[in-house]
């Protein structure tokens, strides 16, 4: 079973809707990161979080870490936020990947 | 963009042959980090440096070796590669490596493919 969990593997999403992506760990974590990774192949950073909540325009993500539990919103998608977004725990000297939430936003 | 180039972008090679992937950064950041990214997986480190001639191993290492002779590059060589190291390989630094807030900054990748 893999350290990090994510779920939905895939997501189709019409434009406008609120998109919920999660991601659930197993390991003792001291901070928790979701990235985006371009249609490109790049992977730039959205958020670093080691509790409560945190919101950088329509991208909001929250964290349990009692239930070792994480959550991406996208309020009002559009077709730009078409990519995969991935979730990554930060542990001691390295970062645990999970494999990845493949969203496509359609006009 | 954090300034971290991959070269080669992309490269195709032949079962036996060595290979080696440069990572180059100009942030003068102490982390590297290799990755390898395959459908299905999450990324997996491979190996990464704590500083110049300063590396260590990671979950998927076997098959591969580093070197880190400059602060600036961080160089992976697979020694005769195998159809199974065919993947994405991505670089990646850091400035405090262990600090629990420290954030990873990724470079392109490269795609290898493995005949």
């Known amino acids: 079973k893999n350290e990090v969990e994510q779920s939905p593997q895939n997501l189709t999403a019409q434009e406008g809707e609120f998109i919920t992506i999660n991601c659930s760990y197993s390991v003792g974590i001291s901070a928790l990161h979701w990235l985006q990774q371009h249609p490109g192949g790049g992977i730039v950073s959205l958020f670093m979080?080691?509790?409560g909540k945190k919101k950088h325009g329509r991208l909001i993500a929250t964290i349990n870490i009692q239930e070792k539990h994480s959550s991406l919103h996208i309020t009002a998608s559009h077709p730009r936020d078409s990519a995969v977004y991935i979730c990554a725990v930060k542990v001691t000297n390295d970062m645990r990947f999970g494999a990845g939430t493949r969203l496509t936003v359609k006009p | 963009d954090a300034g971290i180039t991959q070269s080669p972008r992309h490269k195709v090679t032949e079962t036996g042959t060595p290979v080696t992937l440069r990572c180059h950064q100009t942030e003068n950041h102490r982390y590297m980090y290799w990755y390898r990214q395959d459908p299905g997986h999450g990324l997996r480190l491979i190996h990464y440096?704590?500083?110049?001639?300063?590396?260590d191993k990671g979950e998927v290492s076997d098959g591969y070796s580093v070197s880190r002779s400059k602060t600036e590059d961080f160089l992976l060589t697979l020694e005769s590669a195998t159809s199974s190291q065919t993947s994405v390989y991505f670089c990646?630094?850091?400035?405090?490596?262990?600090?629990?807030?420290?954030?990873?900054?990724f470079g392109p990748g490269t795609r290898l493919t493995v005949l």
């Open positions: 979080l080691s509790s």
């Open positions: 990646a630094i850091s400035p405090r490596g262990t600090e629990p807030t420290d954030t990873q900054y």
């Open positions: 440096s704590y500083g110049v001639k300063d590396t």
